[in-house]
């Protein structure tokens, strides 16, 4: 055992492979979830921040030995959760329970002479186990968490095999939802990342924001990471005992210019330097500028942007509409499924409408309804405490962070009911004069001419689907009329374990083009090619028009 050797993590080849025979194992650690529903949103992210400190990333061999390999990493200390993952190899993700277990660990690790090449002195916590000679397969082989969500074929499967669409789209959320393991992985990536930023900003924080954090996010989704440094203003305001410091600083033009400027160093320091990253690609010209590259070992898309405050603050806010009540999470999560298995969203930036915007149109929905199942954002906002106030750049972005003060009146609408009504509510939407607005929880008039108007939740008098153009809008409402309509009929309801029905119907390719709900259910799902053609009919569509993700609004 003494002759494992732990060394920085060579670059190699990595994405997830989609591995989906476990789908009903994601349900797990939900007793832990759950413990935490009572915590504060800034508590459960401070908590997670300071496990993945604690913890590491190690490429191991596959046919591991999962007792020597404990054995082995407890001399550093104690483990207090593990587990592996593949991603074109084997990983494990093992979190002690104190920091200094990490020091006496990266302590026994080597860096690795590669021959033809110099490696650079780097320890991070991303390590290789070299396992000396070959192992015997006579122990048995650890199991593996899956990180990649089912396909539509598999989901329409799973879902066939339920009693009723209510049943449906509970599972559903379960299939797709993160895991525990996934969000461990997703900060434990923030905290490496950390590492690599604090050579240049010693007290900054990488935060996860958008879907790892708002209690929407779907296995796959990508990372969007939020480079913190206010903790540095923050201390440099604070009043000496007399003793300050002066001295010169470097200044910008602008806070954007210096956002631009720090978040190119930092990019170029994880293309250089940062264990597993790749493809760094620097988007600074963006609304709000940002970082993008592939970290391999985990498989994650990572978004790094800076001084983005605000959009922490929405994650927030979704994460608590996500937490006052389970039907807001399961519609949003068959919604999301409904609209990528028709690609009204797609991975790809563009035209299309996005998933924070469907999130949005939930949310206002639910608001809508009699009596309403979501408060309004103005409502969250009296609702606060002193300690809740909250004012970044001008806007008022205060919310109730203690949920136990929020009362809600009684609504017992089947989740069935309320995706028949989401569909024929945004069917008819007024979209050509009205805009969604869920600070009042009311539409409003449309304050400009763009084809859908929903207006940012803290920044408002920005639009979130300013991207979104005329032919998209109208892809989205006649699918929802469609859907509306193949809700009602009588068919679609007979439950049948080999065809899909129910949910799963609704996922099969849109019959506008003329063909009835019986070869509906008989067709298989569309192939990815015929998918991309419809991408792409839409594009020219709009002459090529694409606007940057993140800079949209
Ligand atoms: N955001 C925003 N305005 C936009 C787009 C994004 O304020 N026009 C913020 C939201 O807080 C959003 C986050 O940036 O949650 C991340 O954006 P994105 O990755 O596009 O959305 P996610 O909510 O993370 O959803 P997905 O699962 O598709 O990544
Ligand atoms: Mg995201």
């Not at 009205?434 to 920005?462: C, D």
């Amino acid at each position: 055992l003494d002759r494992f050797c732990f060394g920085l993590e060579t670059q190699t080849l990595g994405r997830f492979t989609s591995t989906t025979s476990a789908i009903k194992a994601q349900t797990e650690n939900k007793t832990a979830k759950a413990a935490k529903e009572s915590k504060t949103f800034q508590a459960i992210q401070e908590e997670r921040r300071e496990q993945a400190e604690r913890s590491v990333l190690i490429s191991c061999p596959s046919k591991i030995n999962e007792k020597k390999f404990l054995d082995y990493l407890s001399k550093h200390g104690t483990i207090n959760k593990h587990f592996f993952y593949n991603s074109y190899g084997a990983y494990a993700v093992v979190e002690f329970s104190s920091r200094e277990s990490i020091a006496s660990l990266k302590e026994s690790t080597n860096i690795p002479a590669v021959e033809h090449e110099a490696a650079v002195p780097f320890k991070s916590r991303l390590l290789s186990l070299k396992w000396p000679g070959s192992q015997s397969s006579n122990h048995p082989m650890p199991k593996f968490k899956v990180q990649s969500p089912p396909s539509i074929n598999e989901i329409s499967q799973l879902l066939s095999e339920k009693d009723s669409i209510d049943e449906q789209l509970q599972c559903l959320t379960e299939a797709l939802e993160l895991t525990e393991e996934n969000v461990s992985l997703r900060f434990l990536v923030c905290s490496l990342l950390r590492d690599i930023a604090g050579a240049y900003f010693p007290e900054c924080i990488i935060r996860p924001f958008g879907s790892t954090v708002n209690s929407f996010g779907k296995l796959g989704c990508d990372v969007d990471m939020i480079l913190d440094l206010d903790g540095i203003y923050a201390t440099s305001q604070k009043k000496g005992s007399g003793l300050s410091l002066e001295y010169q600083v470097k200044r910008g033009a602008s806070e954007r210019a210096v956002t631009q400027s720090i978040l190119s160093v930092i990019g170029k320091c994880v293309d250089q330097f940062g264990p597993g990253c790749v493809g760094v690609q620097n988007i600074l010209q963006a609304r709000c500028p940002l970082v993008r590259f592939a970290h391999q070992p985990s498989g994650f898309q990572c978004d790094l942007t800076a001084n983005n405050r605000v959009a922490m603050k929405s994650s927030e806010l979704l994460f608590l509409y996500g937490q006052l009540d389970p039907r807001a999470r399961h519609l949003v999560f068959s919604v999301r499924c409904w609209a990528r298995a028709h690609s009204i969203t797609s991975s790809i930036p563009g035209a299309w409408i996005t998933n924070f915007s469907l999130t949005v149109m939930v949310v206002f929905f639910l608001q809508q309804r009699n009596p309403p199942i979501l408060p309004t954002l103005d409502r969250l906002k009296e609702l606060a405490g002193p300690s809740d106030k909250c004012v970044i750049e001008g806007n008022d972005c205060t919310i109730v962070s203690d949920l136990s003060k929020i009362t809600l009146q009684q609504n017992t609408d089947t989740l069935e009911k309320l995706l028949q009504e989401f569909f024929e509510f945004y069917g008819n939407f007024p979209f050509n004069k009205a805009s969604v607005n869920i600070r009042k929880g009311k539409e409003q008039t449309k304050p400009e001419t763009t084809a859908l108007y929903i207006q940012n939740p803290f920044e408002t008098t920005l639009n979130i689907s300013k991207n979104v153009n005329a032919t998209q809008l109208e892809r989205f409402v006649a699918l929802c009329r469609e859907s509306a309509w193949l809700l009602q009929q009588k068919e679609i309801l007979n439950q049948s374990s080999d065809s899909p029905w129910g949910f799963a119907a609704l996922l099969l390719p849109s019959v506008t083009s003329g063909a009835g709900v019986k070869s509906r259910r008989k067709r298989k799902l569309e192939p990815a090619s015929s998918r991309i053609k419809n991408l792409l009919d839409s594009l020219k569509i709009k002459g090529g028009e694409t606007v940057a993700k993140k800079g949209s609004a």
